[in-house]
């Protein structure tokens, strides 16, 4: 999960690469979240595949 340092906005995300992601959403590189420049990691959730990942992301997105 991360969150916005300028808007305090959270951003839910599945990604296998965690810090490559992080590096592409400050670079601007995903629309979006390029308004929420810079972001953090606030938590990270491991899953035992994609699958599951994405069945929690659909989840926690409501």
Do not use: F
């Not at 690469?17 to 959403?25: A, G, K, M, P």
């Not at 595949?49 to 659909?58: N, Q, V």
């Amino acid at each position: 999960m991360l969150q916005s340092e300028t808007t305090h906005r959270y951003y839910v995300d599945e990604s296998s690469d965690v810090s490559t992601r992080l590096l592409r959403h400050n670079a601007k590189s995903t629309t979006s979240t390029r308004h929420g420049v810079p972001w953090k990691i606030v938590h990270i959730i491991t899953c035992v595949d994609r699958t599951a990942a994405l069945l929690l992301e659909k989840k926690i997105k409501g």
